[in-house]
């Protein structure tokens, strides 16, 4: 170890960003799966009752017993308002109060808009309720008294500090219909908080019972159950109790029972604990779920790539002891001695690596966490736990390092190792380059796999053709490092004719390339890997944004949109907007979810799929989806339009029939009506807002386009005259935002796209870096052999440049082109169009492997190129 501390050193530094890496993203990933949303407005109760939140699909795949899948519900799913008495009279209930929820606007008394608590998710909803559900928190009164009139309200005391308002003064509200000024009549703060407090992620207003439940629109239902125990009562005694009210000779049911699909359940769920705040952030769950599963795809990406950085560079130390190693085993070192003696050596190094990046991987898990709670990656309401078990992670991850760098060892020796004495010299004095069959065989296999991978992904849809163009990429890298000797000998064919044209220099590092072919297909395999999948995670989400991108703008045909800071447009404020002098088309947008049901090879699957609503017969002024077959004027109840791509997958055309699952859980069957282009902007399926609000747990619009009459003079002004003292907080503008739908992951997989690609970017530069390193290290005799039969140090500079830029453009070339063919593959899939990386990206990728190669090459170099007399054939 001592003669070798530098090739360590070099190990050392990989495992210790492997340990800290895989601990890192295992404590993401860990905390995404134990996440849940807070408990807030029910945190003085025992249990919630609440609608079941998700839809279920069964089928059989081929050849194994029937699957259940599973997918969250984005809207919400109420209970009917006749279980309140069934919880009530349950023993040990001391009340059971019903929960309408309802998004509000609020401003001040003169009309201007409350500012939202910063959060880092966006802005803090605001929501209505009635007075009862005070107790649920609870709050208490701290100022004035409860509402006593449906035009009297009791604010929390953080909405009231931001709205300048006080017990007796006025605040102006709206819901869902126009705007109405409200006394104050009261103030609240949660139990054991100051005056000016309120709820973490959310603020409430307090009606009366009665107005609350008018404003919410749905008189038979409510949107949760808060039940309050009696003082000594237990969950664990409550829970069983309340199963058996709900579940009793008439069992209570959700409010969407009979248009659900089969499979689902529509009995009323008791939830406790953690699962009390599910009800509350109805969007927690969703996001959870894709979280979870980004999270575990980065985390699995770390580990292949740890697994084949570790395992490079293990190798390459142990391949500059391999004359060392046969000369042990010349002398009578037994194979075991030799394998106990490298193993030794690593563990020497391997544990206070693994143990030291498990100590840098809970900050960069808390840092991790940060960033995607600061870039509203995680919404308002979900907890990622950092409880202390957590902590034990890393712990297991250091460990998988450390086995990692073991194998890696025992692996790496394992030829010398089993050579017998009398040949061990002449097995080492041969050049490495002469790989085995068996490795040949398993990287044309694994090339074969990937280009096949990358044809099935071309003649797929959606996630299914992402997953094969994945598999593609991964196949293709390790194809790539598996054949690295022989595209180092096919580079060197390629290349060696122009670079002997340099001179002497060229000359000597094309016969150094081709006795090394090995070594040298070493050094372009962890340059294949950076290009591969920095291009890959970069150019993937370039190109789809490209696309849709593309296709939102030339969608737009209004010149101009109205939006608002609140939770939404009521739908009178459109009929209004539509009716101002100059006004040609208007329409609002809605936006929701739906759910898919098919099977993709044979296996059942559920997509959620982001939708809009909209006026039909405000298209295509307003909004033009580019039609192919069908009309949009058939657009209404019962019909849907469907995106080209979307519609072959699911082998349907204008006037079929198309099951569709709202996000409400209803399940309904749906007419095409049209097929249209640009989906890839305006999602893969378009409702018309009749349609579509029903299913709406808030029928609100997110804006409203708008289209005017051709010579029509000063619109805007007409618009804006139109909805004053229509819509609080109302904002029209010219050139609208492009309509472009992303999925409910997209700003999560942003963030973690980003951080992966930096965080693992520098791992495998390191790795390349190390691997050049041990490389020239390990040549330093050459170059002082060159030296002492007369080489100059010019000369050897020159060479070590051309074997950098033979390493680069090798490097990039094939690494480009693994990346290549998995990309074009989903973006013809996906976007239809040639993948898109943007210049400077790629110029970035290529300047960085530019950099670290040349000093990767050089600067070890430096002590056998110093003095007029070179160093000794026995110098380190």
């Given amino acids: ?191 054991g908080r100051g005056d000016t407090a309120g709820l973490a992620h959310q603020s409430a207003v307090f009606f009366t019972d009665a107005h609350a439940r008018r404003l919410a629109g749905h008189p038979e239902t409510t949107d949760a159950i808060g039940v309050l125990a009696e003082p000594g009562a237990t969950v664990r005694e409550l829970y069983p109790a309340l199963r058996k009210a709900l579940d009793g000779a008439t069992p209570a049911v959700d409010a969407s029972a009979g248009s659900r699909y089969g499979e689902d359940s529509a009995a009323l769920r008791v939830l406790t604990g953690n699962g009390r705040g599910d009800p509350e952030f109805v969007e927690a769950a969703p996001s959870r779920t894709a979280l979870l599963l980004l999270l575990a795809t980065v985390c699995a990406t770390v580990l292949m790539i740890a697994l ?120 080492a004095a041969t050049e490495p380059g002469r790989a085995g069959r068996g490795r040949g065989v398993a990287g044309v296999v694994l090339l074969f796999a990937g280009v096949g991978s990358a044809g099935t992904a071309v003649l797929q849809h959606g996630e299914l053709a992402a997953m094969a163009a994945s598999t593609a990429a991964m196949a293709l890298v390790i194809a790539c490092a598996l054949l690295g000797p022989w595209i180092a000998r096919a580079a060197l064919r390629a290349l060696g004719a122009p670079a002997r044209r340099l001179g002497p220099g060229g000359h000597l590092a094309v016969a150094a390339s081709r006795a090394g072919s090995r070594r040298l297909g070493a050094a372009i395999t962890p340059i294949v890997l950076v290009v591969a999948f920095v291009g890959v995670q970069l150019s993937a989400g370039a190109t789809l944004d490209r696309e849709g991108g593309r296709q939102a703008a030339a969608a737009m045909g209004a010149s101009l949109e109205v939006t608002t800071d609140g939770p939404g447009i009521p739908g009178d404020a459109v009929a209004e907007v539509r009716g101002a002098p100059g006004v040609s088309a208007a329409t609002g947008v809605m936006h929701s979810t739906v759910v898919l049901a098919h099977r993709e090879t044979g296996e059942p699957r559920l997509d959620r799929l982001p939708v809009i609503g909209v006026d039909p017969a405000a298209l295509p002024a307003t909004l033009d989806p580019d039609v192919s077959s069908g009309s949009l004027a058939k657009l209404g109840p019962g019909t849907v339009a469907i995106g080209e791509g979307r519609a072959r997958s699911l082998g349907v055309g204008v006037g079929d029939e198309v099951t569709v699952r709202y996000g409400d859980g209803a399940t309904v069957q749906v007419e095409v009506a049209a097929l249209y282009r640009r989906s890839s902007a305006l999602g893969d399926l378009l409702f018309s807002t009749a349609e579509l609000a029903p299913h709406l747990a808030a029928p609100l619009h997110r804006r409203i386009l708008v289209a005017q009459q051709p010579g029509a003079g000063d619109v805007r002004a007409a618009v804006e005259r139109a909805l004053d003292g229509s819509v609080l907080g109302a904002s029209v503008s010219r050139g609208p935002d492009a309509v472009h739908l992303e999925s409910e992951d997209r700003g999560a997989g942003q963030v973690i796209t980003v951080v992966a690609v930096g965080v693992i970017g520098v791992f495998t530069v390191v790795s390349v870096l190390n ?73 970035l990728i290529a300047l960085t492997m530019v950099v670290t190669t040349c000093a990767g090459c050089l600067v070890p170099a430096g002590p056998a190129l110093r003095g007029k007399h070179p160093a000794g054939l026995n110098g380190r």
Wanted: aromatic share 4%.
């Fill in 771 to 843: 691997t050049l390193t041990l490389i020239m290290v390990g040549r330093r005799q050459e170059l002082a052999l060159l030296r002492l039969v007369g080489a100059g140090r010019g000369q050897i500079r020159r060479m070590l440049m051309t074997e950098a830029a033979l390493i680069v453009l090798t490097g990039l070339l094939v690494g480009g082109l693994a990346a290549a063919i998995p990309l074009a593959a989903f973006s013809f899939a996906l976007a239809g169009t040639p993948p898109h990386l943007p210049p400077l990206h790629a110029g």
């Fill in 1 to 191: 170890m001592r003669r070798h501390r530098k090739a360590w050193a070099a190990v050392f530094a990989a495992l210790v960003l492997t340990s800290l890496l895989l601990g890192g993203f295992a404590l993401a990933t860990l905390s995404a799966f134990a996440a849940h949303a807070h408990v807030e407005r029910y945190a003085a109760t025992a249990a919630v009752v609440a609608g079941d939140q998700s839809t279920r699909y069964t089928a059989k795949p081929w050849g194994d017993p029937p699957t259940t899948v599973r997918a969250a519900l984005t809207e919400r799913v109420r209970v009917p308002r006749s279980a309140v008495p069934r919880i009530a009279a349950v023993a040990g209930v001391r009340s059971a109060v019903a929960d309408d929820n309802v998004p509000l606007s609020v401003a001040d008394a003169d009309g201007r808009a409350v500012p939202g608590r910063s959060a880092y998710s966006g802005r803090t909803p605001v929501h209505g309720h009635g007075w009862q559900v005070a107790s649920l928190a609870p709050f208490t009164l701290r100022d004035g008294r409860a509402p006593a009139t449906d035009r009297q309200v009791v604010l929390d005391g953080d909405l009231a500090a931001r709205a300048g308002a006080r017990v007796g003064g006025r605040v102006q509200l709206q819901a869902y219909g126009k705007p109405f000024a409200y006394e104050v009549s009261g103030i609240v703060a949660p139990l």
């Fill in 308 to 427: 084949l950085v570790v395992a490079s560079t293990v190798a390459q130390a142990v391949h500059q002891r391999a004359r060392e190693l046969a000369l042990l085993r010349a002398v009578g070192a037994t194979p075991r001695q030799l394998r106990r003696t490298v193993g030794r050596e690593v563990r020497g190094v391997a544990a206070p690596a693994a143990v030291l990046g498990a100590i840098g991987a809970a900050p960069v898990f808390l840092l991790l966490i940060h960033l995607l709670r600061a870039r509203g990656a995680v919404p308002i309401g979900l907890e990622l736990p950092t409880d202390p078990w957590l902590m034990a992670t890393p712990v297991v991850t250091a460990v998988l390092t450390l086995v990692v760098a073991r194998v890696s060892a025992a692996i790496a020796c394992g030829r010398i190792a089993k050579v017998r004495p009398a040949q061990a010299m002449g097995e």
